[in-house]
């Protein structure tokens, strides 16, 4: 029988139904784990990618709630440990909202809308899934999804760039306290990730990001994927605290 790299690991991916975490959820099935895909609105995309990963011969479910609701965040994780037997080794970070709104004029309500969805379900699901790893044998890993915009901020994302700084840091604050548990907190921060129909709406952004990466291209949901895989993996076993880039290169770019 093959190994893989993450066989009899139980694995919760946040935001599942988007492009990024339906691609993590399929490496990380691929890689054996068995998966459950959170989502809040796009069930059927959920099921579906469910459905794709168990009709592939692995094991699927689907948990949904807003998780800008802290009670909310520690049921979904709770579900997912239900379903795994009582195990949960990998939690993954991904749920996010990027809406594009200038400073000025921005309302404190918009701000929290974006910090609580971005930046507060990650401290709140990281408190559940850390006390169900840290009572298990051989702890667990969590991986935030966050963003170069961590330290390269963009016009009109204000409260999305401050939001994935303070993922980076939560992730460092967290591999600290979690460390002695057996648990490992790292973040991947992507650059531009494509999509369908992303040239098409920003024609302009796009080309201006080819021109400037190294590596000469946008990159894909599967090479934030691949790096969640790496990271929750036995091969990143001394790897905690740490903010892995997957951006083609593009912040070696000089900015002057």
Known sequence: MTKHLLDGQIALVTGASGGIGRAI??????????????????????HEAASGITAGGGRATVVQGDLSDEETCHRVVREAADWGGGRLTALVDNAAVQPVQPLPGMTAADWRAV??????????????????????????TITHI??????????????Y????????????????????LGIRVNTVSP??????????????????WQEAVPTGRLGS????????????????????????????????????
């Open 25 to 46: 959820a399929r490496r990380l099935a691929a890689e054996g784990a068995a998966v459950a895909l959170h989502c809040r609105t796009g069930v059927r995309a959920a």
């Open 146 to 159: 966050a963003s170069i915009e961590a330290t390269h901020p963009a016009l009109g994302h204000a409260h």
């Open 221 to 256: 949901a599967d090479d934030v994927a691949n790096a969640v895989v790496f990271l929750a993996s036995p091969l990143a076993s001394w790897i905690t605290g740490h903010d892995l880039v997957v951006d083609g290169g593009v912040s070696a770019r000089p900015t002057w």
């Open 161 to 180: 760039s401050t939001a994935k700084a303070a993922v980076v840091m939560h992730a460092r604050a967290a591999a600290l306290e979690y460390g002695r």
């Open 191 to 208: 650059g531009l990730i494509d999509r369908e129909g992303l040239a098409a709406d920003w024609p302009e952004g796009v080309r201006r």
């Open 115 to 140: 910090v609580d969805t971005n930046l507060t379900s990650v401290f709140a699901c990281t408190q559940a899934a850390a006390e169900i790893m840290s009572a298990q044998s051989g702890g667990g």
